[in-house]
């Protein structure tokens, strides 16, 4: 099995995409059903709900399309092991444990570093062998 070990940041980094492809899309569907998540702090005259959510689901979505393509894969699972915990926070119970998972797992990401099939390991290599 130890031949397989090369596949465990492909598989994590396309699960996490697919993950956040499909809230953040879900999010941009419909937002109004959403909102009921919203921290009653993020309550402001000037932006709406609906707008948080939509700006949260475009996050999600650029975030997925980055860890997809692997670029800047360590700092985009970063900020997203970041914005899962502020949501695990927020959440609590069932959703907040859930969340909670999907940070570390984001953070396990952005330990880790860039499989063979992404394009911070191709643009590295590229670099690396143009300065040899």
Known sequence: ?????????????LGLAVVFIWF????LIDPSSWTVY???FTN???????TIILLNGWVEIVGAALLLAGFWMRPVAFILAIHMLFLAIEMGGAIGVRDFGLAIACLALALSTP???????????KRVGSTI
């Open 1 to 13: 099995m130890q031949k397989l070990d090369h596949l465990v940041p492909v598989v994590l980094r």
């Open 24 to 27: 953040g899309a879900h999010q």
């Open 38 to 40: 919203i921290p009653a």
């Open 44 to 50: 402001n005259p000037l932006i709406s709900a609906e």
């Open 115 to 125: 499989d063979r099939w992404t394009l911070d390991h191709k643009l590295e290599t």
